[in-house]
């Protein structure tokens, strides 16, 4: 289910449910998409060739290796279905992303959940889950919705630990948001191993949900397979330019990650400073914990502030019901829900973001 984005009527709307970036898409992305306008007519580059060169010119990769699609979702079912069937098993974390779940049953395959240790995947339980009949383990890393993450250095413990006829697939939405010496993507395991992918997205940093681009890194042979079972044009053309000119905007990318950077940490004790509990968070948005007290719980919180008009994520489909996951949002938005929160909490707004 897509998070809630419409306030009551009369009611200015503030969207923090869905982790978009609130600096919006490159005027560059922007102006590509519109060109694209004049040959709507032509059927697409079934090889989305000129993305998929951007992507490898920005990050030094073989574009062979590259596969686009719309959207990381659809590269994570692609993978379930050409690597999966009745009777395997699919390992995921405690609060992965859902889409995990619905991949891996949708090619018949039983999902299997792993524990979490604070909110952050547990290395040591992903493999005491395994079995003889395991063959997927996804891992998103930074994970959405609690925005934690794993050192790189745990990511290939947990390689290392897997048989060799087990996909390791690497969910880097958030890559881009995170500034921590001891991360990685995943890029460099990808090149070193046979059975390892990465997925990236442009929904997020780049600005371009709308879109629906994602791309994936991975070994020849794992490429091959999913270009065989992928639609021949499963990425459409006003996509591919303006997905190819928000790659080539690095500028437009920088200033996204320094809001982010400058606002994650005002608001995370912004809102601890409200007597709320928040989980650290790498990426563009936070986990919000609320007491189990009557009347300030989560759901009351989230009735209250939608009749604001600010939207925020229930979490009741991954097993959390007192909490909300709130995206990072621009100064108007951030200081508005923190306003609210405060009139929920009958706290002191003035004093939680000066």
């Known amino acids: 289910m897509p998070g809630k984005s419409k306030a009551p009527a009369g009611v200015k709307l503030h969207k923090l449910s869905s982790n978009e970036t609130p600096l919006g898409p490159s005027p560059r992305a922007i102006e590509a998409f519109r060109a694209a306008g004049a040959s709507l007519e032509l059927y697409p580059d079934g090889s989305a060739e000129k993305?998929?060169?951007?992507?490898?010119?920005?990050?030094?990769?073989?574009?062979?290796?590259?596969?686009?699609?719309?959207?990381?979702?659809?590269?994570?079912?692609?993978?379930?279905?050409?690597?999966?069937?009745?009777?395997?098993?699919?390992?995921?974390?405690?609060y992965g992303f859902l889409v995990y779940r619905i991949a891996t049953l949708a090619a018949g395959a039983t999902p299997v959940i792993a524990k979490e240790k604070n909110h952050t995947a547990d290395v040591d339980a992903i493999l005491a889950s395994v079995t003889p009949r395991t063959r997927m383990v996804f891992l998103a890393n930074p994970n959405n919705p609690t925005g934690t993450y794993l050192p790189f250095d745990e990511v290939k413990r947990l390689h290392a630990g897997l048989r060799g006829?087990?996909?390791?697939?690497?969910?880097?939405?958030?890559?881009?948001?995170?500034?921590?010496?001891?991360?990685?993507?995943?890029l460099e395991l990808v090149a070193t191993s046979q059975n390892v992918v990465m997925t990236r997205t442009f929904s997020k940093i780049h600005g371009l949900a709308n879109?629906?681009?994602?791309?994936?890194?991975?070994?020849?042979?794992?490429?091959?397979?999913?270009?065989?079972?992928?639609?021949?044009?499963?990425?459409?053309?006003?996509?591919?330019?303006?997905?190819?000119?928000?790659?080539?905007?690095?500028?437009?990318?920088?200033?996204?990650?320094?809001?982010?950077?400058?606002?994650?940490?005002?608001?995370?004790?912004?809102?601890e400073s409200l007597g709320l509990e928040v989980t650290p968070s790498v990426g563009n948005f936070v986990l919000v914990h609320f007491p189990k007290e009557a009347g300030k719980g989560?759901?009351?919180?989230?009735?209250?502030?939608?009749?604001?008009?600010?939207?925020?994520?229930?979490?009741?489909?991954?097993?959390?019901?007192?909490a909300l996951r709130l995206t990072i949002g621009n100064e108007e938005s951030n200081r508005a829900v923190v306003a609210a929160l405060a009139g929920f909490l009958g706290k002191d707004a003035a004093k939680a973001l000066s």
Request: with cysteine; net charge negative.
């Open 51 to 94: 993305l998929r060169q951007a992507i490898a010119a920005r990050y030094g990769l073989d574009a062979g290796r590259i596969l686009c699609g719309a959207g990381s979702d659809e590269l994570l079912s692609l993978l379930a279905y050409g690597y999966l069937s009745a009777g395997d098993e699919a390992i995921y974390s405690e």
């Open 165 to 186: 006829d087990i996909l390791l697939v690497l969910d880097a939405a958030y890559a881009e948001y995170v500034r921590r010496n001891d991360y990685a993507s995943g």
């Open 211 to 271: 879109l629906r681009i994602g791309w994936l890194y991975g070994p020849p042979a794992i490429i091959d397979v999913l270009n065989r079972i992928r639609g021949p044009f499963n990425m459409n053309g006003p996509a591919i330019a303006a997905g190819v000119a928000a790659m080539e905007d690095a500028a437009h990318e920088d200033k996204a990650v320094a809001h982010n950077n400058l606002w994650l940490e005002k608001m995370t004790a912004a809102l």
């Open 298 to 322: 989560a759901a009351d919180a989230d009735a209250y502030l939608t009749e604001r008009g600010i939207i925020l994520r229930r979490m009741d489909a991954y097993g959390m019901p007192g």
